[in-house]
């Protein structure tokens, strides 16, 4: 072929090179918070298909599922909610760090860092 000179090394080389952090624009990324240890966002810089109202799921970060059939527990999934929403509505700062596939595929797994601190 007359005029390529991409080399097989250079296309493997471009398709594993992706970013390892990602700073969220809080008015234009963040959607939603949806439990105590995870919310709903888009990953600036990614194409939608695969970066657009992704579930992140806070590593290290435990808390109650909301649909708890104890209603202690699902008071405390709420409270645990809350307190994670006004933490990230508060930030300055919202960046993802060491994003990996979750179980299922569904979601993905991610380090927090608020206003450069890591959250668990």
Known sequence: MSGCAVSKQAIHQERTVFPMRFL???EKDLKETT??????????????????????????????SIKQDDPRKAAL??????????????ARTVELRNLE????????????????????
């Open 101 to 120: 596939r979750g179980e299922g595929g569904f979601w993905v797994l991610a380090d927090l860092y608020l206003d450069g601190r890591l959250i668990q």
């Open 35 to 64: 439990s105590g240890n995870s919310f709903v966002t888009t990953l600036p810089g990614v194409h939608p298909v695969f970066g657009e109202a992704l579930t992140i799921r806070v590593r290290g970060l435990r808390a109650e």
């Open 77 to 90: 999934a709420f409270d645990q909610w809350l307190k994670f929403k006004r933490v990230m509505e508060d």
């Open 24 to 26: 969220l624009d809080k």
